[in-house]
């Protein structure tokens, strides 16, 4: 064993180890992931495609309850905000009016060695520490200079930095004379919809439209699993206000909710966010500020959910393209004005990511066996209750769980279960993170009664008589 007194060289080693310690638990999720259901690698039986994943029949489950979480507490709680679902293919002109068309770019570089492509500002940063980004120019002059190597093959002759745009581009019958382009963002569909959503309904001003669906985005990517794909989900919303309105206090607020969504509902520690405002020479063209809530995932700090104050650009730009005036009247004050967004957004497979990084424990057993226990919040768990025959080759045992089975699942998500011996069945369940198992055994046969309910966090198991078993289980999701 070696012990070290340096205090910078002890530092140095913890970091090294905790460091090892978040690659390790990532290693295990992935794994999990895939063997219990909840994620898969896409077109595995074709070697895989490029960061592109299938969510299982636990994991969709699981994603289906996080957007209920969300759409629950940012709409159907809330007065001031409505949801519209638009498509993903939106006219051209929405495109060239949000600045997508030409300021949708990545910096890319080719290595002329292996002919892989790469982020040409990441390469930078990661190397000298220098953030370059949107200096093209500067970015193939320290690739070359600092002599760069390739994270593939080592070498470093790199091609031009240039811009690639990001946007998927399609083709659609009857639009040849525009290229079409599959969203790279959900936001446009809001404020293309602005002004029928206030000549529909009695919203005013402030008030919010949300909106949860797929996006693409045509990026170089770097693994890191769900992180960061090329299809992926978002939750978020636009928050229109008065441009005369005390923003600042609008905008905490947003942050407030933000964090609170990530620790009440996924799960996350206080300790694993923090806030990032980007810097000003930094913002998007139409950001007036943008600020991050960044989670510690096993690769470090990266955003989760992002909050930008848009000013008053989209309704402008969408107003000037469309010939149409995006307007809002004020019914005090009979006034017009374009209000102006907040946009608080939310990346559901992230999202989703972090709920499985803070639900997953190592923990020994009593037994001092080690079992893996997902302790999602009971509102996220893909399975609510599972219910066993402490038997297979029984079948008045079988019957009676399906009976039980059967009469639960009107009101949980459940699943029957009577693949091997009960402890395996318990540790299957504690992988998908099932909050309840019930077990049915010889007693329930003799008392036409009695049942045991197994706690997935403590393990403690006690007797419940059927008749009350569903109120039993309405009191432990009365939150949910």
């Not at 079992?371 to 009971?378: A, D, G, L, N």
């Not at 008589?465 to 109120?471: A, C, F, Q, Y």
Request: glycine content about 6%; some cysteine; charged content about 30%.
């Amino acid at each position: 064993m070696l012990l070290v007194r340096s205090g910078g060289l002890e530092l140095y080693l913890c970091y090294k180890f905790e460091l090892m310690q978040k690659q390790n638990l990532m290693e295990k999720i992935v794994s999990l992931s895939k063997r219990r259901g909840f994620i898969f690698p896409s077109s595995e039986i074709y070697g895989g495609f490029a960061n592109t994943y299938t969510y299982g029949p636990y994991g969709v489950e699981l994603k289906n309850n996080i957007k209920k979480a969300w759409w629950k507490m940012f709409v159907q709680d809330r007065e001031d905000i409505v949801g519209i679902d638009g498509p993903i293919i939106l006219h051209p002109k929405a495109w060239e009016a949000s600045g997508h068309t030409k300021s949708f770019n990545d910096a890319m570089v080719d290595c002329r060695k292996c002919k892989n492509r790469f982020r040409a500002d990441h390469l930078v940063k990661k190397s000298t520490g220098q953030d370059l980004e949107g200096e093209l120019d500067k970015m193939t002059k320290k690739l070359r200079e600092e002599k760069v190597k390739c994270p593939d093959c080592g070498g470093s002759d790199w091609t031009e930095v240039r811009n690639f745009n990001m946007m998927f581009k399609t083709e659609m019958n009857g639009v040849a004379e525009k290229d079409v382009y599959l969203r790279p963002e959900t936001a446009q569909a809001i404020f293309i919809e602005f002004k029928n959503i206030l000549d529909s309904t009695r919203m005013k001003v402030p008030f919010g439209i949300a909106q949860i669906g797929k996006a693409f985005r045509n990026e170089i990517i770097a693994g890191n699993f769900i992180f960061r794909l090329r299809e992926f989900e978002i939750m978020e919303l636009e928050y229109f206000i008065n441009p005369e309105e005390n923003w600042e206090r609008l905008f905490e607020k947003w942050l407030v909710l933000q964090g609170d969504f990530a620790v009440n509902i996924l799960g996350a520690k206080s300790k694993d966010l923090k806030r990032y405002e980007h810097p000003k020479e930094k913002l998007s063209h139409y950001s007036k500020k943008t600020v991050d809530i960044e989670y510690d995932f096993p690769f470090g700090f990266s955003e989760l959910f992002g909050l930008a104050h848009r000013g008053d650009f989209d309704l402008t730009e969408h107003a000037k393209f469309s010939g149409q005036k995006l307007e809002y009247l004020d019914p005090k004050t009979n006034k017009k004005y374009i209000p102006h967004v907040l946009e608080p957004t939310f990346g559901l497979d992230r999202a989703l990511l972090v709920s499985l990084l803070s639900a997953y424990n190592e923990e020994k057993t009593e037994k001092g066996d080690m079992r893996v226990v997902m302790k999602f919040r009971k509102e996220l768990a893909p399975v609510k209750i599972a219910i066993f025959p402490l038997l297979k080759n029984k079948p008045e045992l079988v019957s009676k769980a399906k009976e039980i089975f059967n009469d639960l699942r009107d009101d949980f998500v459940c699943e029957f279960d009577d693949n091997g011996n009960i402890g395996k069945r318990y540790r299957r369940q504690d992988e998908i993170g099932t909050p309840y198992c019930v077990t049915v055994d010889f007693d329930t046969l003799e008392s036409n009664s009695i049942v045991t309910v197994r706690d997935r966090d403590t393990m403690e198991q006690e007797k419940i008589n059927i008749k009350n078993l569903k109120d039993f289980f309405k009191g432990k999701f009365k939150n949910n």
